[in-house]
């Protein structure tokens, strides 16, 4: 059940989130809004891969 909520979240988050990977954000120059964005779709996605 958890894992299946996760997988729903990290799709949610692929469709609506930016991806800052494609768009080449330096992490030393990433404004707090883009690292909070970052941890979440980082927390989402290991959950989802347990």
């Known amino acids: ?3 299946a909520l996760f ?3 990290a799709k949610i988050n692929k469709l609506i ?3 800052f990977t494609k ?3 330096d992490l030393s120059k990433a ?3 883009q690292m909070a ?3 979440w ?3 989402v ?3 989802a891969l347990d």
């Open 1 to 3: 059940m958890k894992k």
């Open 7 to 9: 997988r729903l979240l």
């Open 17 to 19: 989130l930016p991806s």
């Open 23 to 25: 768009k080449r954000l």
């Open 31 to 33: 404004s707090k809004y």
């Open 37 to 39: 964005i970052i941890g």
């Open 41 to 43: 779709r980082y927390f």
């Open 45 to 47: 996605t290991t959950n």
